[in-house]
């Protein structure tokens, strides 16, 4: 069956809207995707047919929350072939790093120790591993990107030594679109006993992420980047691992007794989900599994790479365009700079003509530096991407170069 994306885009009500007057090329997709209407009609639905506080009630709309929140937490780990006590609700992959952090990680760190990362990641893969380390003594490592945007997987492997407490790494590059080596990666790190955590928040919308057979001990994921709902996701963690961290926030739901002399914890995942959750996040979660199951993960990366190339066959006659980001069977992102151009111009030109991109430091400052650079211009596919898309951001770059150089 071919790739029907007309029929596809009909799925997504925001893309009929105009913006500043013209058609809407949405382009911004790492930033967060659009939500089709089963989404959208999902959420509503649990709203206006289900809507109760789910675990601790007998009557008959709780049920109703609770079997359907609760039948979420298995489509999910079903989706990700995980166990369903594997799955952690969080807030998106922001949160279940910290959680890991804080509760995996912090209790185990010693003065002296290193965490290693790669000088591609995301803020919010840096951030939270600087801040226990400051408060423990250990250090924040972080392996090269060679001059394609890919790992310097020597490099990598030669600052892995008896001192490294953790790894952490994207999954695919929100800034590059490079797909981390994380097999090899995980291979590595295991043999020296060491846990891994990988930051998948660009990578389930587009690669088919199988956690069992992947072996991280840790993975995360935002629902917004997967034609979910925005503040929601999760953090899958290997039942052992899970199972010796203590809680991280306290709350209702986490415990299985309290009392003033001591409390005690509920088992994972539950452990670790304190208060009322997102239970209309969580079936959105699903609706977009199931969404993205009818088309088909593999259907939708044959789509966006052979988009990929067009685009990046397209960029090539626009004057004194460098991209960012080149490697080996990168994903559909294309990072560019312009000679002469600030970044923020080009965007607020493109957005005149209807095309959405991103234009900053990608809260990637590290790889901004490491390219001696302080912004990109991205553009980020989805499923519902067209060449017409393309078409329309190449017209537009055309017109927005000219207008610059005046
Ligand atoms: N990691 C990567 C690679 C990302 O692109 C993002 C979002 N831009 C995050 C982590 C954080 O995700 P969230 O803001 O949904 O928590």
Redesign the pocket.
Known sequence: MSYDVERIRADFPILKEKVRGKRLAYLDN???TQKPRAVIEAITRYYETSNANVHRAVHELAERATTQYEGARDRIAKFFNAQREEVVFT???????NLVAYSFLRPRLKEGDEILLTGM?????IVPWQLIAAQCGAKVIAAPVLEDGSLDFDGWRARLNERTRFVAV??????LGTINPVTEIIAEAKQRDIPVLV????AVAHLKVDFAALGADFY?L????LYGP??F?CLMGKRARLDAMPPWHGGGDMIRTVSFEGSTWAEPPYRFEAGTPDMAGAIGLAAALDYVEGIGLGAIAVHEHSLLLEATHALQDIPGLQLIGTAEGKGGILSFVIQGANAQDVGSLLDQQGVAVRTGH???MPLMARFGISATIRASLACYNSQEDVMQLHSALIKSTRLLRM
């Open positions: 790492a930033a967060t807030r998106g992959s922001t949160e279940a790093i990641e995301h803020h919010s893969n994207v999954h695919v590059s929100n800034t930051d998948g928040a660009q995360t935002s629902a917004h980047k925005t503040g996701g990608h809260c990637t």
